[in-house]
Nanobody, 126 residues
Framework: QVQLVEFGGGLVQAGGSLRLSCAIS????????MGWFRQAPGKEREFVAA????????RYADSVKGRFTISRDNAKNMVYLQMISLKPEDTAVYYC???????????????????WGQGTQVTVSS
């Protein structure tokens, strides 16, 4: 079992930056990819970014490409999401997730992830 704890959310003005962190504990060796998802009020939880735990390959949703950067620190069992040029439409609860699937491509579907954090709120004011 993998436990995930996110932190770093908050209130920021449009155009500002935030860095989210995800602390991973438990059976960390079972996660082959880590991802970030977000869920805005009244909307489905959507994929934001993913990173391969061993090779560091990355994948992004089109809506955040060029503005968000996912990274990981294997030694510290941490995953990060650096967000710049934030927009009001980025407002959501952001979730860290772990996937144990053996796939050639980084997964972007919610069902591909079996471990989830409790979420951290990001609010971008206009």
């Amino acid at each position: 079992q993998v436990q995930l704890v996110e932190f770093g959310g908050g209130l920021v003005q449009a155009g500002g930056s935030l860095r989210l962190s995800c602390a991973i504990s438990g059976r960390t060796s079972s996660s082959r990819a880590m991802g970030w998802f977000r869920q805005a009020p009244g909307k489905e939880r959507e994929f934001v970014a993913a990173i391969g735990w061993s090779d560091g390959s990355t994948r992004y949703a089109d809506s955040v490409k060029g503005r968000f950067t996912i990274s990981r620190d294997n030694a510290k069992n941490m995953v990060y999401l650096q967000m710049i040029s934030l927009k009001p439409e980025d407002t959501a609860v952001y979730y860290c997730a772990g996937s144990a699937l053996r796939t050639t491509a980084l997964p972007s579907l919610r069902v591909s992830y079996n471990s989830w954090g409790q979420g951290t709120q990001v609010t971008v004011s206009s």
